[in-house]
């Protein structure tokens, strides 16, 4: 199979390059291709005239879309409907990630692929405008939403806590924003196996298990033996431009249905600081 990478260069895309296995891949950073400029799409596809595109490629700053919406716009819906557009000319296959941010939040029960839309954020009300043009353009795309990524790849809330946790002593976090922590790894691991399984529609893609923010940041200082202080804080305490969901778990019952199951926040969180770990170990050899 012929896998081409739009967002290569990002978080979960160094991931995707790095874990995918058994494929031709190609992975392409918005230097190698702009998604704002259809031309540049058509010309890449037709160069690798790959089987399946994964649209990883993203204006991700959710509070800077907040002021620059055009941006967000262009990038986030605009860019994905023309990869859509260029996909379904050339007959490929396509995988778009999107966001658990696509929802209030207001719901007290794990979101299932059905549920409605309703994004409080301008990034949200990117990803959602996406989505749904990009299911009338080809009805057959899969759309992966997934939650509270991190990875070794580059700046995730795990690293920025460890790297404040070195100059503090003590630490304020918000506890009441629950969510899915989702490693990169395991989240690469099973958009291959989508690919492979010939997914189609909506794919609800995260570790297992919820948490809040502070427990989260509690957990990750907490394994690895930081003794700072860390205390349970409110979203209304720590006001951000954009508004974030609640609560926003996703349901894995649509990742069931092809016989993926991903493993607990706590376990990818345990694997996350040992790869870290052993990162930085060979960067001071
Ligand atoms: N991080 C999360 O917590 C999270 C949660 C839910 C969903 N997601 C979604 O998962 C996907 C991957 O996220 P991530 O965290 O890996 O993002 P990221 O680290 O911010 O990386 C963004 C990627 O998009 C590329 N990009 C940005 N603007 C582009 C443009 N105009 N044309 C082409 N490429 C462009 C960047 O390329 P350069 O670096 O080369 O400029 C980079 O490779 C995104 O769709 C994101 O919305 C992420």
Redesign the pocket.
């Known amino acids: 199979m012929r896998v081409t990478i739009?967002?290569?260069?990002?978080?979960?895309?160094k991931a995707l390059t790095r874990i995918w296995q058994g494929d031709e891949l190609t992975s392409l950073?918005?230097?190698d291709?702009?998604?704002?400029s259809p031309q540049t799409i058509k010309r890449v596809i037709e160069q690798h005239r790959p089987d399946w595109i994964v649209l990883?490629?993203?204006?991700?700053d959710v509070d800077g879309c907040e002021t620059n919406q055009q941006l967000a716009f262009d990038?986030n819906t605009q860019?994905a409907i023309d990869v859509a557009e260029a996909a379904k000319d050339a007959g490929t296959r396509l995988l778009f990630?999107?966001?658990?941010y696509v929802f209030d939040g207001e719901k007290l029960s794990p979101y299932e692929i059905a549920d409605p839309r309703s994004p409080r954020s301008v990034y949200g009300k990117t990803?959602a405008a996406a989505e749904e043009r990009l299911l009338n353009i080809l009805p057959e795309c899969c759309i992966v939403r997934?939650?509270?990524?991190f990875g070794v790849d580059?700046k995730c809330f795990p690293d920025t806590m460890l790297k404040l946790a070195a100059s503090r002593s003590e630490l304020a976090v918000v506890d009441d924003q629950r969510g899915s922590p989702t490693y990169t790894t395991d989240l690469a691991r099973a958009i291959q196996e989508l690919c492979h399984s010939d997914a189609k529609g909506i794919v609800h893609v995260t570790n297992a298990g919820d948490c809040s923010w502070f427990e989260f940041a509690r957990y990750i200082l907490h394994k690895s033996s930081s003794s700072v202080l860390v205390k349970p804080t409110s979203t209304e305490k720590f006001p951000r431009p954009a508004q974030r969901p609640k609560y926003s778990v996703l349901s894995p019952t649509s990742l069931h249905k092809y016989g993926i199951h991903m493993a607990s926040w706590t376990d990818a969180a345990q694997r996350y600081l040992a790869e870290r770990a052993s990162r930085t170990k060979s960067v001071q050899h």
């Open positions: 739009f967002g290569g260069t990002g978080l979960l895309g950073g918005s230097i291709a702009d998604i704002r990883a490629a993203a204006y991700t990038v860019g990630l999107s966001s658990d990803k997934t939650s509270w990524v580059g």
